[in-house]
């Protein structure tokens, strides 16, 4: 008779091989569900929470929005990896979702040195990561006393007054976050990432060279605009999850952009 170990596997091989509407991973589904649900309890408590607690309560927050973020990327993935082996024909529906996720790529230039955003898999579909999705749900954890402090240093800082219409220290804010803070944190999630999944150094400068630029540009695109809505408006125990919340399109495309690199690394030691 098969351990539970044995079978604990044959289970999760089969719920990956399962499908929603033909469509929508059925791990992914749940663990999205789950990611909400979690969500949704801790935004009911967030306000006693964060008055007794605020450093924790940042970093359970900024982890599970993380989490929720790689959970949308590693969907995508799956979604288009899973398009790109059913049978095609004039006669055939097609895929429009799985159309729309694979003009991300051209909707995004310059995105990497070479390689794709959605990277092509040799497993097709891919199977739901944990791993990865705990590597994510971490580093938001970690990271989230450092943004904390940071905001904290700026609002004390570059003070705006009550009932204040003046932009100026909003826009120093900004400028101290973008050119500050932004450049290093992306150098840190990129550093982070490929040591946590067992690149060496050569790995770490490889990431830096393909896609560092890249996604520093890309930040410049979404975060100043973003960051004077928090700074100008947003109570400073707000402001993380704000700049989280709106994060989750920004860490879904580091996911992205993340696993698009490591498959591209992968190429290049190919024979």
């Not at 609002?155 to 290093?184: E, H, Y």
Request: hydrophobic fraction near 50%; charged fraction near 20%.
């Amino acid at each position: 008779m098969p351990s539970l170990r044995v079978r604990a596997k044959r289970t999760m091989r089969h719920l990956q091989s399962v499908y929603l509407w033909d469509r929508i991973p059925l791990v992914s589904f749940i663990v999205f569900i789950i990611e909400i649900l979690i969500m949704a309890r801790f935004i009911a408590v967030f306000n006693e929470s964060f008055e007794k607690r605020p450093i924790l309560t940042m970093m359970i927050s900024n982890a599970v929005l993380n989490s929720i973020a790689d959970t949308v990327a590693q969907t995508i993935t799956i979604v288009r990896e899973r398009a790109l082996r059913k049978p095609t024909g004039p006669e055939l529906p097609q895929d429009r979702v799985a159309i729309e996720i694979g003009e991300l790529d051209n909707k995004i230039p310059d995105l990497l040195h070479k390689g794709e955003l959605i990277p092509r898999s040799d497993f097709l579909p891919p199977p739901f990561e944990f791993e990865r999705l705990a590597r994510f749900a971490f580093w938001g954890f970690i990271m989230a006393p450092a943004q904390f402090t940071w905001f904290k240093f700026l609002g004390k800082t570059f003070p705006i007054p009550p009932n204040s219409t003046a932009m100026v220290p909003a826009l120093k804010r900004v400028a101290c976050d973008q050119f500050i803070f932004a450049p290093v944190g992306l150098a840190g999630f990129f550093t982070f990432m490929t040591i946590a999944e067992g690149g060496d150094r050569q790995a770490v400068q490889h990431k830096f060279s393909n896609v560092y630029m890249s996604a520093l540009r890309s930040n410049y695109m979404l975060w100043p605009a973003v960051q004077i809505i928090n700074f100008r408006l947003m109570p400073l125990q707000f402001q993380l999850p704000f700049a989280s919340s709106v994060g989750i399109l920004w860490t879904t495309y580091l996911s992205l952009t993340n696993s698009a690199a490591d498959v591209a690394d992968e190429d290049d030691y190919l024979p």
